[in-house]
């Protein structure tokens, strides 16, 4: 903010810090988000008229989606362009038992297939939000009043059609009870001033929904974090704590890729959250809290004999983690390989094996053993690091192309590029 003689626009009054409207080149300005908000009833048409930048998503063209895939590299339908920008590729909405909708393989889909590339109906910029982005304090009054300014400016500048979109996506919060008590017992603990029923104000066509309580349910993180985007296609996956895909920013777009083979019929989920160390009652909680929804996965909806057992796995997987620090101590590469093959063993009991996450964890594992040990599996372990990155993140990304160096300079590699690996 900057000193100011001129009136705000909200409460006219003068000798105020003042911000101006980031949205256009009116050079609107005021002394809070309060009265930004106050003001936009009148300001918005004013508003929409001098954008200063342009919005919304850019042309779906064979360009476009040609910059997607080559983000993405390699990946078994890139080469012959089958895949149709916003258009699910060898699966289909169908009626999934006890979830509503979902996404089915209408064939049988390799490992590293592009299913859907969906391009953004909305993005908000972290310093939209908050001069310091998305990194934010929530005990901060005015971030919640200037979030859901922002999400309102964004919905009013889509056409008609993609509003009635946007209403239709799910929304886990609003008329969320759990949510709604945990976030006014934190606002109330740090004596914030925020009303839930104004950040979260319900629909007029959709009373349990809101323009805000439907952002915070189904936007993902873009451009590493520098913004988030609402992606329409990419929000019919359901989730699975055992999912068989994956969801990958690529450019613009948002873009979901199996990590294992899927069968016809089978449905294709991702993983809202991380949660191969976690045990199944809280799992639920989680899913509850934040897109409230009782998880009926494979694994959740089992017997209590079935998920006691996979509580057992997912804990011991999880101890087995924290002591990978004893990895690079262990005192030979027997007993190192060994700790992986526990691992492996857990992710097969929970049939994640097959998801290219628990593979590329391994086989990094096992590159790091062989190499500290000078064992005369590194190679091979090198091959198998190569495959599963570029099955994960295709031919193209950084970490992807090292590995494919070390294939014939096993003997250059040295501890600090390891180090520096992000798998």
Not at 90 to 112: L, Y
Not at 173 to 178: C, D, L, M, Q, V
Not at 287 to 312: H, R, Y
Request: aromatic share 8%; proline share 3%.
């Amino acid at each position: 903010m900057t000193a100011s003689t001129h009136p705000c626009a909200g409460c006219n009054v003068t000798g105020k810090e003042l911000f101006t409207c980031q949205h256009c080149s009116t050079g609107t300005q005021y002394c809070s988000v309060e009265c930004e908000r106050e003001n936009w009833e009148k300001h918005q048409s004013t508003c929409r008229n001098n954008r200063s930048v342009e919005r919304g998503t850019g042309a779906v063209t064979e360009e476009t989606i040609d910059l997607v895939l080559s983000t993405l590299g390699t990946t078994p339908h890139s080469a012959d362009k089958k895949i149709i920008m916003n258009t699910p590729f060898r699966c289909e909405e169908q009626p999934v038992k006890n979830k509503g909708n979902g996404m089915v393989a209408t064939e049988d889909i390799p490992c590293g297939t592009v299913v859907l590339a969906s391009d953004f109906i909305v993005q908000i910029k972290g310093d939209e939000v908050n001069p310091g982005g998305f990194d934010f304090d929530p005990c901060d009054d005015d971030f919640w009043d200037a979030y859901a300014l922002q999400v309102g400016v964004k919905f009013g500048d889509l056409p008609q059609e993609k509003q009635e979109i946007y209403k239709s996506l799910c929304d886990g919060r609003t008329s969320n009870a759990k949510y709604r008590k945990g976030m006014e017992q934190l606002w109330h603990s740090q004596d914030m001033n925020v009303d839930f029923d104004k950040v979260f104000k319900p629909l007029e066509d959709s009373p349990d929904k809101s323009l805000m309580g439907i952002w915070i349910t189904n936007a993902l993180e873009a451009f590493g974090g520098a913004a988030s985007s609402l992606y329409p296609g990419s929000q019919k996956f359901n989730h699975s704590c055992v999912a068989n895909c994956n969801g990958q920013s690529a450019g613009f777009a948002h873009c979901v890729v199996t990590t294992r083979g899927i069968k016809k019929g089978e449905e294709l989920c991702v993983n809202y959250i991380e949660c191969d160390e976690i045990p199944c009652a809280n799992r639920k909680a989680v899913m509850g809290l934040q897109w409230n929804f009782d998880c009926k996965c494979e694994v959740c909806d089992g017997t209590p004999a079935q998920i006691d057992e996979s509580n057992k796995n997912r804990n011991e997987l999880r101890e087995l983690k924290k002591s990978s620090n004893l990895l690079k101590n262990t005192e030979t590469l027997a007993k190192g390989l060994e700790w992986t093959k526990k691992k492996r063993e857990i992710y097969e009991k929970e049939n994640l094996w097959g998801h290219i996450r628990a593979r590329s964890e391994i086989a990094f594992n096992e590159l790091e053993l062989q190499f500290s040990f000078k064992g005369e599996g590194l190679k091979e372990s090198i091959e198998e690091f190569h495959r599963c990155m570029e099955l994960k993140w295709g031919d193209k990304d950084e970490v992807t192309q090292k590995a494919k160096s070390w294939r014939f300079l096993h003997s250059q590699i040295t501890q600090e590029e390891l180090n520096g690996i992000a798998y």
